[in-house]
């Protein structure tokens, strides 16, 4: 099956509009697609009532397209560990991520309280944070996998960053957590650029635990 859990629009930062979005996920074969915004608290951001309107515009394009289309959300999570999101109606997807640790000691804390929000389905780009030198801690990373599975939320395998390390990865296999495969893509030409994440969810999940909503 192949997946892109991950894309950006023009309605926060991305290049290009939903319905080009859809055109290109189909035209690259892919079997489903997520249109993931960024979510209020980010630069650019949708509102969730905006969220709810481009899931009225995919419901009107779909009909005429084999890729699944899902509508989502990019979530922010606040320094506090809150994730800035009022509810999910409407929304078959919730990624949440943290774009603004001031220090990796933050970025865990919050991220370690987000994933227990249970809005939440995917932690995004685990180990990228705008403005973080990131190292990361192994006794956070276990706290960390320990509450993904606790929690039920997916980890993300992201291409566009090339993250989380295998390392981490093999740590949520074994521990039962699920995976999701996104480019983290802003225009349509990234839309489906996968091939890291594909790789590594062959290498180190065998193809096995992709998270479906
Ligand atoms: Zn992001
Ligand atoms: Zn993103």
Known sequence: MKVDMHVHTSKSDGRDSVHNVIEAAEAKGLDLVAITDHGPGHGSAVTEKMVRETRKEVELLQPSYRVKVLVGIEAEILPTGEVYLSDRDGMDLVLASF?????????????????????????????????????????????????????????????????PSWDFLAKCRDAGVKYTIGSDAHKVADVGSVAWANNTARHIFKNEGLFLP
């Open 99 to 163: 774009h603004g640790a001031q220090s990796w000691e933050t970025y865990y804390h919050a991220v370690l309280r987000a994933v227990q929000d249970e809005k939440v389905d995917v932690l995004a780009h685990h180990a990228w944070s705008a403005g973080v030198q990131f190292s990361p801690i192994q006794e956070y990373e276990d706290l960390l996998v320990e509450a993904l599975r606790d929690n039920n939320v997916a980890i993300e395998i992201n291409s566009k960053h090339c993250l």
